[in-house]
């Protein structure tokens, strides 16, 4: 990829960030619709709808990233289906064993949650920050993208709901769901800040980064505290090892924590470039 198609993506990317405004208004409604109807949450129907249509994006993300690099047919199938064939038998699995209990407290000796949360994230930052092919569809895809998918985190509001309603302490609902709604809410200018490709953006999209990542840091050591009766004894998570509650913990913080980490990876590789002077995705930067 030259400079000059680097920079027409730059201009696309200008012209294309309104696209990501639609979001805006329907997350907004779907939060509105949970506070209003609380069954929906309980039910977990917001878990499988929210779920599935992030699954999907991150295929189609990847797919259209891959349809930009200049490998084969052949090794971009390969590649997408290396990808998310793992991903997908992960959140099958994650999901099974969310609607069988077996994250539910006293199930297991050990506590699985935080296995849950740090397994995936030790074996998938291993394999996503040093795979060449990766780097490839890195270089290839708008910086705008990784940052924009996670405007979903918005729906981390919904542990306030549960704290309006006295569900959860406010030692963990405060903090895990003003910082998951900011970092939703923050995506959307970020992104389009980062469109214009300057060094400002690119710091203020190393700094969403970062503060999305100190959020999940935070929001999980507190859950771990209560959980552990070392702080609010008096006011547990009884409902956190539950389904459709876990599907946080066990499997939506640690696939966002990777997603922090391929942006950072991606971001990175930008800067990179910008300082070798040379072409993205050349072999020095792979």
């Known amino acids: 990829m030259t400079a000059t198609t680097l920079d027409a993506e730059t201009s696309s990317a200008r012209r294309g960030w309104p696209s990501l405004l639609w979001l805006v208004p329907l997350l907004a409604l779907w939060i509105a619709g949970n506070y209003a109807v609380p069954v929906m949450a309980a039910s977990g129907m917001t878990t499988v709808v929210l779920r599935v249509f992030i699954h999907m994006l991150i295929g189609l993300g990847l797919w259209l990233g891959l349809e930009r690099t200049e490998l084969s047919q052949a090794k971009r199938r390969n590649t997408w289906l290396g990808v998310m064939i793992p991903f997908t038998l992960w959140l099958a699995v994650i999901w099974s064993a969310a609607l069988n209990g077996v994250f539910a407290a006293g199930v297991s000796l050990t506590p699985l949650i935080p296995l849950a949360v740090l397994l995936p994230v030790v074996v998938g930052a291993a394999i996503l920050l040093r795979s060449r092919r990766i780097g490839q569809v890195l270089d290839a895809m708008p910086a705008t993208w990784l940052v924009a998918l996670q405007v979903y985190r918005v729906v981390g509001s919904g542990f306030l709901i549960v704290w309006a309603q006295g569900?959860?302490?406010?030692?963990?609902?405060?903090?895990?769901?003003?910082?998951?709604?900011?970092?939703?809410?923050?995506?959307?200018?970020?992104?389009?800040?980062?469109?214009?490709?300057?060094i400002e953006s690119r710091k203020a999209a190393l700094a969403w980064n970062i503060f999305g990542l100190v959020d999940f840091t935070v929001?999980?050591?507190?859950?771990?505290?209560?959980?552990?009766?070392?702080?609010?004894?008096?006011?547990?998570?009884t409902t956190l090892g539950l389904y459709p509650n876990?599907?946080?913990?066990?499997?939506?913080?640690?696939?966002?924590?990777?997603?922090?980490?391929l942006s950072l990876r991606q971001l990175r590789r930008r800067a990179r470039h910008e300082q070798a002077g040379g072409p993205i995705g050349a072999s020095a930067l792979a």
């Open 167 to 198: 569900g959860v302490p406010g030692a963990f609902a405060l903090p895990a769901g003003i910082g998951d709604t900011m970092t939703g809410l923050l995506a959307v200018p970020v992104a389009i800040s980062l469109a214009a490709g300057t």
């Open 219 to 237: 929001a999980v050591g507190i859950a771990q505290a209560i959980a552990q009766q070392l702080i609010v004894p008096s006011i547990p998570i």
């Open 246 to 261: 876990v599907m946080i913990p066990a499997f939506a913080v640690p696939s966002s924590i990777l997603l922090h980490a």
